[in-house]
């Protein structure tokens, strides 16, 4: 197809996003999980994998991705995309403002336990937020998706000595394989300090609940 002689331009305007959250924030919450979902999810369905957590402990909130669209041809079910190759510095400033958003509104305490989980496409905006605005956690899970491209060692070295890092994937992750796990490790290891940790799990891409309830 040949291109057209078209102009770009750009254009600022307030957006209304949703966001979900599962159990109350009380004084007995002893966690708060700030998690990002995968590509094809909506945030109220990606919180089935943390209700075993117990309820009164743990208290998980989870943004959405602001792309929606139909999945499969019968428009039925919606999924949503955080990112895709398009604009795609202006989508991350984006995603990192509505992340704000979110967390000032939540207005949590400085007291308790903040994990942050990223699953699949979750991942990269994730490690992309923590990054950004140097966000102090107790927890950084990676489960089952990439390293962004530019992150470096130096945008993490706040995080060394006081946050456990964890990267988790499939031994049948259709998407991960054996090749790209030999750099994904590599990379890992050389963005975060030594006593991060790798676990290679029996599946496939996906969401371990078992998993999940032994990070707490």
Same mark, same amino acid.
């Given at each position: 197809m040949s291109k057209i002689?078209?102009? !770009?331009?750009? /254009?600022? =305007?307030?957006?209304?996003?949703s966001y979900a959250t599962l159990n109350t924030l009380t004084a007995g919450t002893k966690n708060v999980w700030f998690v990002c979902?995968?590509?094809g999810y909506l945030s109220k369905y990606f919180l089935r994998y943390f209700k075993?957590?117990?309820?009164t402990e743990n208290y998980?909130?989870?943004?959405?991705?602001?792309?929606k669209y139909y999945l499969g041809s019968a428009y039925k079910h919606v999924g949503a995309s955080w990112l895709t190759k398009e604009n795609t510095e202006q989508e991350i !400033?984006?995603? /990192?403002? =509505?992340?704000?958003?979110?967390?000032k509104q939540e207005n949590l305490s400085k007291n308790i336990s903040f994990i942050v989980l990223g699953y699949s496409q979750g991942v990269s905006v994730a490690m992309r937020y923590v990054a950004k605005r140097?966000?102090?956690?107790?927890?950084?899970?990676?489960?089952?998706?990439?390293?962004?491209?530019?992150?470096?060692a130096s945008d993490f070295e706040f995080l060394r000595?006081?946050?456990?890092?964890t990267l988790a994937y499939g031994d049948q992750d259709e998407y991960l394989t054996n090749k790209i796990m030999i750099d994904q490790k590599k990379r890992f290891y050389d963005l975060f300090d030594k006593d991060s940790k790798i676990i290679c799990f029996k599946g496939k891409h996906e969401v371990k609940k078992e998993l999940i309830n032994k990070l707490v």
């Amino acid at each position: 197809m040949s291109k057209i002689d078209s102009t !770009e331009k750009k /254009v600022s =305007y307030n957006s209304i996003n949703s966001y979900a959250t599962l159990n109350t924030l009380t004084a007995g919450t002893k966690n708060v999980w700030f998690v990002c979902h995968g590509i094809g999810y909506l945030s109220k369905y990606f919180l089935r994998y943390f209700k075993d957590l117990n309820k009164t402990e743990n208290y998980i909130i989870a943004p959405q991705a602001q792309s929606k669209y139909y999945l499969g041809s019968a428009y039925k079910h919606v999924g949503a995309s955080w990112l895709t190759k398009e604009n795609t510095e202006q989508e991350i !400033e984006n995603v /990192v403002h =509505y992340f704000d958003a979110v967390l000032k509104q939540e207005n949590l305490s400085k007291n308790i336990s903040f994990i942050v989980l990223g699953y699949s496409q979750g991942v990269s905006v994730a490690m992309r937020y923590v990054a950004k605005r140097r966000l102090k956690c107790d927890q950084l899970i990676l489960l089952s998706g990439g390293i962004p491209n530019e992150l470096k060692a130096s945008d993490f070295e706040f995080l060394r000595g006081k946050t456990k890092v964890t990267l988790a994937y499939g031994d049948q992750d259709e998407y991960l394989t054996n090749k790209i796990m030999i750099d994904q490790k590599k990379r890992f290891y050389d963005l975060f300090d030594k006593d991060s940790k790798i676990i290679c799990f029996k599946g496939k891409h996906e969401v371990k609940k078992e998993l999940i309830n032994k990070l707490v």
